[in-house]
């Protein structure tokens, strides 16, 4: 502890609702009390992992293993590839005709980046919401029952049952349960969109939700919502969050993954640990350089 | 500071020119309608929309507009299915290539091939090869020659418009490529596709050239709806029905009519023709905006 400097949120001001700031303690916790080990029965895992768009290397031989019920960022500067990394997890990277990944993409223990695992299966129950808030342009009740008609879910009591329990979970109820079969889901501002599109998520009950710096759009008070959002699920799902704020990777999350970019320009896994031990006594000096602030 | 005032100067002549051509264009449009309604006014009534020809006096139009009604619904039948799977592939299947550089290419081709020449490729094909002689079917099937490439285009384009983020959100939630297209893309993608539908159509109402020598040109006389047997060429509801349709007639009764009545006739049914497009124009956008509030339930 004797690096203790802190990023921003580490310090005594109040957040933005004005409420004293518990974080610090929280962060010491969790690192303490919660952190999961990885070691025991991960969730998702990755084993050299290499990711090729047409013949330039853009992920370098990745192992990572992400515990369950937890929150996982992943932090690093532009172009490290975090997202590749995270949409790995569930094949998105499919849709990238010059894509390749290669090495073992691990769910519970399958590798699900093989040939013969459908992608659509993998997504199913892997999650992911996406940067810019991406509604459907349909009532906020379609948008959330959409995954399950998907999937096979019909029958009106059933589907309002799964719309109304993701609209809870997802603390956007409260805000839309007058006009919810009859309002666009445009209609909302940012920061619903986004607890729309988690809602939306949530409605397909994943065991993982990736989340791909679902924040950047957002402003501060959106924002702290959805932080809180995601302290609500972290006991219940497995979230891995992409985020180039790393202010936010220290509120929200247990473990941080730090990643950066080679001289050959493609990304690789720095280290990984409890979230306060990266913050605070990281192992390498890359990692300090950039959590403190030093980097390029 | 001169150049601020040059700058601002060109940009309210800019302004002024484009004003003037969506002005000129939209008196283009009034003068059109308004000229025929003018010189029709007299002339339309329920019996000369629904009447049957005659030979000695202006008479009425009922089966040949009633034709211009069914060749519509009948092509579009054929190219709106066909035409929106073409935008499809093109859109979400074929990818970029060679391949798909070829089958553009092809569809550019055939939509801007003359009129008259694609009927009589109709003739030789689905009149005279087929043995059906002039019928509906046979005005249709040339019609939808050149008006699936069209279709087709609109489609690929109104699909390509539908943002990428819509289709990763569905297909992230764990749906299939075609899930995704019907319930997300296609829906989306209606106002377009209903573009394409006004554009097709309008050139079914139009088209005289294609359909002289496959739907034919004969005046019918009088048409018993009664008939239902959807086999006998007398029936109109038959597409083997020869089928002169309001287009064709106005062009007949232009260049072979004798008689005084012929400008008047001309004329009224030209006026019949205008109000029609611009009835379905109108019918189309209504139809497409209340089917995309059902698919999409906002």
Redesign the interface.
């Given at each position: 502890m004797t690096t203790f400097t802190p990023a921003p949120p580490a310090t005594t001001d109040p957040d933005l609702l004005g409420r004293p700031d518990i974080r610090p303690a929280v962060a010491v916790m969790r690192a303490v009390g919660q952190a999961a080990d990885p070691a025991v029965n991960p969730k998702l895992g990755m084993r050299t992992v290499n990711v090729y768009y047409g013949m330039k290397r853009a992920v370098r031989d990745v192992d990572l293993a992400i515990p369950p019920n937890a929150v996982t960022a992943f932090i690093g500067p532009s172009g490290c590839g975090k997202s590749t990394i995270l949409r790995c997890f569930n094949r998105m990277n499919d849709l990238i005709p010059s894509a390749r990944v290669e090495g073992e993409v691990l769910f519970n223990g399958e590798d699900i980046g093989a040939r013969d695992v459908q992608p659509v299966a993998v997504r199913q129950r892997i999650g992911l919401v996406f940067q810019k808030p991406n509604p459907f342009p349909m009532s906020i009740y379609e948008n959330v029952a959409y995954g399950p008609r998907r999937h096979g879910l019909k029958g009106r009591v059933a589907l309002d049952e799964v719309v109304e329990k993701s609209l809870k979970r997802a603390a956007i109820w409260d805000e839309v349960k007058d006009d919810f079969r009859k309002k666009s889901g445009l209609a909302l501002s940012g920061g619903q969109q986004q607890r729309l599109c988690i809602a939306r998520t949530l409605a397909t009950d994943p065991e993982v939700i990736l989340m791909d710096e679902p924040c950047s759009a957002l402003d501060p008070i959106a924002t702290l919502k959805i932080e809180g959002l995601i302290n609500e699920l972290r006991s219940s799902v497995t979230i891995v969050i992409v985020t180039h704020n790393m202010q936010q990777a220290s509120r929200v999350s247990d473990r941080t993954a730090f990643f950066t970019m080679g001289e050959d320009r493609a990304g690789y896994l720095v280290e990984v640990g409890p979230t306060l031990q990266i913050f605070t006594n990281p192992r390498e000096q890359l990692t300090e350089d950039y959590v403190s602030g030093r980097f390029g | 500071m001169t150049t601020m005032r040059r700058a601002l100067l060109a940009d309210r002549i800019a302004t002024a020119i484009l004003w003037g051509i969506a002005i000129f264009v939209v008196a283009i449009l009034f003068a059109i309608i308004g000229h025929f309604l003018l010189a029709a006014v007299g002339t339309l009534s329920p019996s000369f929309l629904f009447g049957d020809p005659s030979e000695t006096s202006v008479g009425g139009i009922g089966p040949v507009l009633w034709n211009s009604v069914y060749m519509l619904v009948l092509t579009l039948l054929i190219t709106v299915p066909l035409g929106t799977l073409g935008g499809i592939y093109m859109a979400e299947y074929a990818?970029e290539g060679r391949v798909t550089n070829v089958i553009r290419f092809c569809q550019e081709l055939i939509s801007s091939v003359p009129s008259i020449v694609v009927g009589l490729f109709g003739l030789a094909l689905f009149v005279n090869a087929t043995h059906w002689s002039y019928t509906a079917l046979g005005g249709a099937l040339a019609l939808t020659v050149f008006n699936l490439p069209l279709m087709s285009r609109l489609a690929e384009q109104a699909i390509r418009a539908v943002?990428a983020?819509?289709r990763?959100?569905?297909?992230?939630?764990?749906?299939?490529k075609w899930?995704t297209i019907v319930?997300?893309v296609l829906?989306?993608a209606i106002p377009g596709l209903v573009t394409g539908v006004i554009l097709t159509a309008g050139r079914i109402f139009g088209e005289a050239a294609a359909l002289l020598f496959t739907a034919g040109v004969s005046t019918p006389t009088h048409y018993d709806f009664a008939n239902l047997n959807l086999t006998d060429p007398r029936s109109p509801w038959s597409p083997f029905h020869t089928a002169t349709t309001l287009s064709v007639y106005i062009w007949k009764i232009n260049s072979e009519g004798l008689g005084d009545f012929v400008r008047q006739l001309a004329d009224a049914s030209a006026a019949v023709l205008v109000l029609l497009v611009l009835a379905f124009n109108l019918g189309a956008r209504g139809l497409g905006r209340l089917l995309q509030r059902r698919v999409?339930?906002?």
């Open positions: - | 990818g943002p983020d819509e990763s959100g569905s297909l992230a939630l764990g749906s299939t899930q319930h997300v829906p989306i999409t339930g906002a």
